[in-house]
């Protein structure tokens, strides 16, 4: 009838309406799953983590400053056995010390050989050359690099000339020492850091890395 065809008529737009909340309120749900697979943080790696050396050694370069003594040369580096010669003080053996006990150690002297009577005086690291990791394998330049502050894997392959043409970017192997001895590795895969699905590893002087070779 005429009625039951303007019925049917009015009710197929309906249909489309419905299909399409439906997909949409789909999507959306999809959207949310992605965003939370995205914000999740990443994996931790199997090392332990990194204990950080900050006392000095032969070869480290560091910067000394004496308030109110800006003539005096700034940058000094510690000597094969363990000493630098700074102004007013001479020679003091500084290996194994951390930077404020060498500031103290200097005031000290200033003040007990009555060169200044309330000296302020400030040491900071330049270079940690006494502290290194070894970058092994597959890298452009494989060796010995001096730690930095805040050095990380993908920062050690970069100073190394990053990968070379037949390095396995899925195989590279960290090698830590640990406390009690003995020695704890973990294999990363560089892909997955850079899509933030593991962290860049924080390296410690001692580590070993190795890169491994493509299998063709």
Known sequence: TGEDTLSLHDALPIFPLVHVKGLRALLGGLCLALAACSSAPPRPID??????ATSFGVGDVFEMR???EDKLPTTF????DGSVDLPYVKRLHV????PQELAA????????AEILSDPGVSVSIKEYNSKRIE???EVQKPGSLAIQPGMTLLRAISLSGGFNSIANKGKVTIRRHVKGGGTKAATVSVQDIIENKIPDPPLQAGDSINVEQRVF
Do not use: H, K, N, Q
């Open 77 to 80: 580096a510690i000597a094969p």
């Open 105 to 112: 150690a200097i005031r000290e002297r200033l003040i007990s």
């Open 66 to 68: 004496i308030v109110g």
């Open 95 to 98: 290996a194994g010390l951390e």
């Open 135 to 137: 970058v092994l394998g």
């Open 47 to 52: 090392l332990p983590p990194p204990s950080e």
